[in-house]
C-alpha cells in the first residue's frame, strides 16, 4: 500500500521538480497535494489525512517552522521532513526540537532524498512490527522466538539477538519465556545445545573442542560439565557408548 505525501513550498517549480523525483525513485509513494505556504497545508490538513509532509521552511504567510509548531498542536500525529539552505541549519534545529523526523538541504539531491524517503519508510516498518507485536497474543511471540531458535546457528543465539528478533525487551522476554514454556530461556537453549551436540558426537568424528564450539560453547569444559549434568555422563562417554 502507498504511503501518501503533502509538499509544502512556495515555489511550484520546487513542487514539481520533487513530485518528479519521488515517482521517479520507485517506493511505495505518491503525493497526494500540494500548497504554497505553511497555513494553506494546515487548513488541508484539517481535513485530509496524509502519513508525510516535506515541507521547506522559508516561505510566505507561514514558514516551515510555525507550520511544524501549529501541526503540533492538532490531535493527530504527522510526520514532517523539512528542506531548508546550508545557513539555515539553526532553523532546522529549532524544527528538530519540535519532533520534525529529518531534514533535506537544498538544493536537494536525488540520492539524498531517496536515502531520507527510504529510512522513513523503515522507521514506519519498524513501528508497525513493534505494535503488532505489542498487540499480539503471547504465545505468538513465543512461537516467533522457537522459529528464530530453529533458523539461527546455536553458536550465534543470544537472548539479546532473540529478543530483538521479536522487538522485545530482553528480561521481558524471559520472563514471557518463563511463562509460556514453564522453563526459562537459558535452560531451553541449553537443551538445544546439548541434542545438537549429542548428534554431532553419533555422527560425526568432530574433536569435542569442535563440537563445543559449534553449539555455543567457547569454553571446554564448561560445555563438558554442562553435558554430563543433564546426560548423566560426559561427551566422550557419550560417544564411546554409542560406539
Not at 490531535?75 to 539552505?85: A, C, G, H, P, Y
Request: hydrophobic fraction near 40%; include cysteine; charged fraction near 30%.
Amino acid at each position: 500500500m502507498r504511503k501518501t505525501i503533502l509538499l509544502v513550498d512556495d515555489e511550484r517549480w520546487v513542487r514539481t521538480a520533487l513530485k518528479w523525483t519521488i515517482n521517479k525513485l520507485n517506493l511505495p509513494l505518491q503525493v497526494v497535494h500540494e500548497c504554497e505556504n505553511g497555513l494553506e497545508a494546515l487548513d488541508w490538513i484539517k481535513q485530509n489525512n496524509v502519513d508525510l509532509i516535506i515541507s521547506d521552511i522559508r516561505m510566505p504567510i507561514m514558514d516551515g517552522l510555525s507550520f511544524v509548531k501549529e501541526l503540533s498542536h492538532l490531535k493527530r500525529k504527522q510526520e514532517v521532513i523539512v528542506i531548508s539552505v546550508h545557513d539555515e541549519f539553526h532553523f532546522v534545529q529549532q524544527a528538530l526540537r519540535t519532533g520534525v523526523t529529518d531534514y533535506l538541504l537544498k538544493p536537494v539531491e536525488e540520492t539524498e532524498l531517496k536515502a531520507c524517503l527510504e529510512k522513513w519508510l523503515e522507521k514506519l516498518a519498524k513501528d508497525l512490527n513493534i505494535q503488532t507485536v505489542d498487540e499480539s497474543l503471547p504465545s505468538s511471540t513465543i512461537e516467533r522466538v522457537l522459529q528464530y531458535l530453529e533458523k539461527t546457528p546455536l553458536d550465534q543465539i543470544t537472548l539479546k539477538d532473540a529478543a530483538e528478533s521479536v522487538h522485545m525487551n530482553p528480561s521481558y522476554l524471559s520472563q514471557l519465556f518463563k511463562q509460556q514454556l514453564n522453563k526459562k530461556f537459558v535452560d531451553y537453549l541449553t537443551e538445544l545445545r546439548i541434542e545438537e551436540s549429542k548428534r554431532l558426537l553419533l555422527n560425526t568424528t568432530l574433536r569435542m573442542s569442535e563440537i563445543a564450539e559449534r553449539v555455543g560453547y567457547a569454553d571446554l569444559a564448561y560445555f563438558s560439565n554442562n553435558f554430563k549434568r543433564i546426560t548423566g555422563c560426559s561427551p566422550s562417554e557419550f560417544r564411546k557408548s554409542a560406539i
